[in-house]
C-alpha cells in the first residue's frame, strides 16, 4: 500500500496578496483535501500546533476548521481530533476530479419538434432601451404614464396589504381586481360578466396561449384573419392547430369566404374592433353571422380586443361579446396597451361554463399572476385613475395622429399615404403601387426608424404595400423627426 501522506508532510504555499489569515489557511486546506494530498480520514494536527507552525493566533486556525467543518470537509471526534471526511460534501468531489481528466463529449439532447415548430421564424421584441421611438407600434405613451400617482397608489397599497397577499393567491386572480375589471368592461366595452368569468392572464398574449392550448385539438382548423397578428399565429401552431386563413376587407373578417374555405371549423380569432393591421371594424352584420355560425356548429369565436378603447371617429363600438347569447365567445382585454407593457398584465372573459375549468389549468401553467401587482392595479382601476387616463390618451393619442398625418402631407407625399386611423395606437403609411414594403422597412430600420412590413403579416392573400407607423407612443418631436427620416428613406430607395 502506498503510504499516506500526513499532514507533516504537507507544506502550505505562503499567504498571497492581502488575504486574511484564516481564509488563506481555509483555503490552503481545502485545496491539499479536493486535491487528494489530504486523504479521507487523515488526522489534522492540533489547532495549537498548527498556530505554532505557521506563526498564526490560534483564534485564526479555529476560524479556518469552523469554516471546513461546516462545509462538510473535516470531522472532529471528542477527546481524539479532528480528520479530514471520509465523504466529500454532496459527492461533487468526484465530478469534479472527472471533469478535469476526462474528455465529456457536448450533449446531443434536442429541442422538442413542438418547439422548433413554436419558434421557427419568430422575431423576439427588444427590451426597449428608450421610450416614444419613432413609429414604435406596440407602446403606448409611456413617456405621459403618471408615474407618481402610480407610486403613490402602490405604496399605499404595499404598506397596508395584509400579510395573506404574500401567500399563494388565486389562480384565477385577485378578487378585487376581478370585481373592477368586470365593472369597467360592462360599462366601457358592453362586456356582459361576473367576476368569476375573469381570468387575469400575463397579458393578451398569455390569454391568447391559454385559450389555444385549452380550447384545440392538434388538427383542428381555426379561421384566422389574412393579414393577421402574427402572435396569435405562433400560438396557433405551437398549439398544433391547422391555420385557415381568411381574408379581411373594408367590413373586416370575412365570415362568408370562412364559412367556404372550412365550414367546420373549431375557432375563429377576430380583432373586431380594430383589425390587426388594416384598422376596419368588423360590421353589424358580419358579427352576427359569425355568432351565429359558431352558435350553430360549437364552435369557438376569441375576440382580441387589445386596443379597443381607442376610438377617434363616432361612438365606440361594443364588443362583439355584447351579443353573444351562446356562451361562444372567449373575450381578450390587456393592460399593456392601457397602462404601460412592463406591467404585464390582461384578462380574459370566459362563458361561465367554462370558468372552473380554466382556473384549474391556469393553476398549472404559472399558478397565478403576481398578487400585489394585482391590488395594485385593481385600486388604480376602482379609484377612476384608469378610466382618467383612458380617456386622456384618446385625446393625446388623436392629436399624435394628427401630427404624423400632417408632417407626412408636407414630406411624404406621393411617396406614402397615411390612412387616417379611426382607432388604436398605429396606422397604415400606403406605398405605390410595385414598391416592395419589406424593403423599405429594412431601410428604414437602417436608419434607426421602427417600422414592419404589411406584407409581414400576411398568411396568403397578397395585400397592397404597406408600412405600419406606431404614433401612440411617439412624442410629436419624434413624429415629426420619423417622417424627416422616412423621407429620406423613400426618396433614396425611387
Ligand atoms: C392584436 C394583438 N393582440 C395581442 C397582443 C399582445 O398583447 P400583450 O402585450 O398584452 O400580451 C398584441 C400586442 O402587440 C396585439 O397587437
Redesign the pocket.
Known amino acids: 500500500m502506498p503510504k499516506k501522506e500526513t499532514f507533516q508532510d504537507l507544506s502550505l504555499p505562503a499567504l498571497k496578496g492581502e488575504q486574511e489569515l484564516w481564509r488563506w489557511l481555509y483555503t490552503e486546506l481545502r485545496a491539499a483535501i479536493l486535491g487528494g494530498r489530504l486523504k479521507p480520514g487523515a488526522r489534522l494536527p492540533s489547532t495549537r500546533s498548527l498556530a505554532k507552525q505557521y506563526s498564526l493566533s490560534r483564534g485564526t486556525v479555529i476560524a479556518a476548521f469552523d469554516q471546513l467543518l461546516s462545509e462538510g470537509y473535516i470531522r472532529t471526534q471528542v477527546s481524539s481530533g479532528t480528520y479530514v471526511a471520509p465523504i466529500m460534501p454532496g459527492q461533487w468531489l468526484q465530478a469534479n476530479r472527472r471533469r478535469s481528466t476526462l474528455k465529456v463529449p457536448a450533449s446531443k439532447a434536442t429541442l422538442s419538434k413542438r418547439a422548433r415548430a413554436m419558434i421557427h421564424g419568430i422575431d423576439l421584441l427588444a427590451p426597449s432601451h428608450s421610450v416614444g421611438k419613432a413609429f414604435r407600434s406596440?407602446e403606448p405613451a409611456i413617456d405621459l404614464f403618471p408615474v407618481e400617482l402610480w407610486s403613490r397608489v402602490a405604496s399605499r397599497v404595499l404598506r397596508h396589504a395584509p400579510r395573506s397577499l404574500y401567500g399563494h393567491g388565486a389562480a384565477g386572480g385577485y378578487q378585487p381586481l376581478r370585481r373592477a375589471i368586470a365593472e369597467y368592461i360592462g360599462g366601457a366595452r358592453g362586456v356582459r360578466c361576473v367576476p368569476e368569468q375573469i381570468i387575469v392572464t400575463s397579458?393578451?398574449?398569455?390569454a391568447?396561449d391559454l385559450a389555444a392550448r385549452f380550447l384545440l385539438d392538434p388538427g383542428d382548423h381555426v379561421w384566422m384573419e389574412d393579414p393577421g397578428?402574427s402572435?396569435?399565429t405562433q400560438t396557433l401552431r405551437a398549439a398544433g392547430a391547422k391555420i385557415i386563413p381568411v381574408p379581411v376587407d373594408q367590413d373586416g373578417f370575412d365570415v362568408k369566404a370562412a364559412r367556404k374555405l372550412s365550414p367546420k371549423a373549431r375557432m375563429a380569432y377576430v380583432?373586431p374592433a380594430n383589425q390587426?393591421p388594416l384598422g376596419v371594424t368588423m360590421s353589424a352584420d358580419r358579427r352576427l353571422e359569425l355568432l351565429n355560425w359558431a352558435a350553430s356548429i360549437g364552435a369557438w369565436i376569441v375576440e382580441?380586443d387589445?386596443d379597443g378603447e381607442y376610438r377617434y371617429h363616432g361612438r365606440p363600438v361594443a364588443a362583439l361579446q355584447s351579443l353573444d347569447h351562446s356562451g361562444s365567445v372567449i373575450y381578450i382585454g390587456?393592460f399593456?396597451?392601457m397602462l404601460f407593457?412592463a406591467l404585464r398584465l390582461?384578462f380574459m372573459v370566459v362563458p361561465e361554463r367554462l370558468a372552473n375549468a380554466f382556473e384549474a389549468a391556469r393553476s398549472f401553467v404559472d399558478r397565478h399572476p403576481p398578487t400585489l401587482d394585482q391590488a395594485i392595479l385593481a385600486e388604480f382601476i376602482t379609484e377612476g385613475h384608469f378610466g382618467l387616463h383612458v380617456r386622456k390618451m384618446r385625446q393625446t393619442y388623436l392629436e399624435r395622429l394628427s401630427v404624423l398625418k400632417e408632417a407626412a402631407q408636407k414630406h411624404l407625399d406621393g411617396l406614402l399615404t397615411i390612412e387616417d386611423a379611426a382607432a388604436g395606437m398605429r396606422t397604415i403609411g400606403w406605398l405605390p403601387a410595385g414598391a416592395s414594403d419589406k424593403l423599405a422597412s429594412k431601410q428604414a430600420s437602417m436608419l434607426g426608424l421602427e417600422v414592419s412590413a404589411l406584407s409581414a403579416f400576411a398568411l396568403k392573400k397578397t395585400q397592397k404595400p404597406g408600412l405600419i407607423l406606431g404614433f401612440a407612443g411617439c412624442t410629436p418631436h419624434e413624429l415629426r423627426r420619423g417622417v424627416s427620416v422616412l423621407s429620406t428613406d423613400l426618396r433614396g430607395s425611387r
Open positions: 406596440y397579458g393578451a398574449q398569455q391568447l397578428y402572435g396569435t380583432t390587426f382580441d387589445y390587456t399593456t396597451k407593457n390582461g
